[in-house]
Nanobody, 123 residues
């Protein structure tokens, strides 16, 4: 069974920083593309950033230049460094990953979500 566990959310003042972490647990063959999404109250879940296994990164226009996504393949962990936070960054942040695992010598790949971590930017 695969599980994504996020941490690092909290309350921060405008202009402040937070670092989110997400660890993939389970019987894993490999972790491929990893990413972060966020969902503000009453809004749809939006993509924030993603990173490939070879560390190619992409960002939503709303966070480019302020957020940095990175990963540690040895630890099956993805990070989101968030700087220059705005009140409109307030949301529940979700980790997402494409995880491959083996069953009877066959490799299967499924997409998984974490449980979410709250980020609140307010003075």
């Amino acid at each position: 069974q695969v599980q994504l566990v996020e941490s690092g959310g909290g309350l921060v003042q405008p202009g402040g920083s937070l670092r989110l972490s997400c660890v993939v647990f389970g019987s894993i063959w490999s972790v491929d593309t990893m990413g972060w999404y966020r969902q503000a109250p009453g809004k749809q879940r939006d993509w924030v950033a993603s990173i490939s296994r070879t560390h190619e990164t992409n960002y939503a226009d709303s966070v480019g230049g302020r957020f940095t996504i990175s990963r540690d393949n040895a630890k099956n962990t993805v990070y989101l460094q968030m700087d220059g936070l705005h009140p409109e960054d307030t949301a529940v942040y979700y980790c997402n990953a494409d995880v491959s695992y083996t069953v009877s010598d066959q490799i299967h790949t499924l997409n998984y979500w974490g449980q979410g971590t709250q980020v609140t930017v307010s003075s």
